[in-house]
């Protein structure tokens, strides 16, 4: 077997490790978590994937830690990208720090309509999942943005700055930074307050929870995220109102299913369906709220929620192509891979899953933790089921041994 070139411990043995510094037994912490002892045994020995979100936070809760510290930041080293983005990370967490809107900024001025073009370009990397890209131009920006809000053109100053620690924050979630996350989006609420702009509110409300909920405080998450719902509700008939509430239901659904409440989440889910059917697909505020952007949603949630089948059959049926940006897509292809490895027989299409995601967003897919988990879960059975060349080689790209 070819060793881990990294020597990187994977999430069951940081559990292990956790545990016992606590000098606790499995059946005392897998109480804790509200898991079976069965389940704790299986985790921590390699034997289940740890790839289920809903129950990392869960263990992570009983550890009495942040599930960030069971999960790691996976950089993988032949990945030049996906270790550019993570150096750029301390930059982005300094600029985030230092842009206080109660503080002026130092920043040398920079045209306005040159940050704004510099801000079109960042979402336009971060859509399609270049994180180094957005992620070496976000501190100046951010920065040059912060001094402008004390100029002149103080309103758009900070609607620009509203958007880009809004995509500063999905960046940082992205590369497996949920606290520095939630600075951005901190941020973004700070901006957004300024403008007293509803629909901006809204928008920054929903980063808060994502951010929150990144960090496995679902209860936090949902607490704000169904605040904003009851702003926004009576206010559909404003632009980009529905829109960004169609956002917040889809964040309710996934945190009320991450605290266990299962009819809830599907009431959520329903809802924001609903409103689905009236918007049709949109690209408002980069969110692209519609009918297949809940199905993605909805995937995640079934898939960590205790019903890949139902996660299958609507990947089955939804065409992830009619969003047109790669940052929703590879959702979709991942979470559907992680689906189908939990269901009998369904290896080859999971693996397939997994491939197609890497293709659509390596940087993404070479970052995230649960997809690691789900190769290593993989790998483990292609000697026995599917596997084959391309899966050994999607294991070394993302330094996974079985």
Known sequence: MTPRPSGEPGIGERIRARRQLRGWSIRYAASRAGVSHATWSRIERGRQAADNRFTLADIAAALDCAPAELTGVPVPAADRDVVAAHADVYAIRQALVDVDLSEPGTEPSTPLPELARTATLVDTLRQACDYAGAARLLPRLLRGLHAETAGPDRAVALRLLCDVTFIASSVLRNLGRPADAWLGAERC???????????????????????????????????????????????????????????????????????????????????????????????????????????????????????PGRAAEIARVTNPTAIPVGFRQVFYYADTARALTRLRNRDREAIRFLLTAERLAPQHVHTSALARETTRALLDRSSRRAGGTELRGLAERLQVTA
């Not at 509700?233 to 109102?241: D, F, K, L, M, Q």
């Open 189 to 307: 609420r700070d901006a957004a307050e300024a403008t007293d702009d509803l629909t901006l509110r809204g928008y920054a409300a929903y980063a808060r929870a994502c951010a929150a909920a990144s960090c496995g405080s679902y209860q936090r998450g949902l607490t704000l995220a169904e605040r904003a719902v009851d702003e926004l509700r009576g206010h559909t008939h404003e632009a980009g109102v529905s829109e960004v509430l169609g956002a917040l239901l889809l964040v309710c659904a996934m945190a009320s299913r991450g605290r266990g409440r299962l009819d809830d989440s599907r009431a959520w889910s329903a809802e924001a369906a609903e409103l689905a059917g009236h918007t049709g697909e949109t690209s408002t505020m980069g969110l692209y709220f519609g009918p297949t952007n809940v199905a993605i949603w909805q995937i995640g949630i079934e898939a960590d929620g205790g019903d």
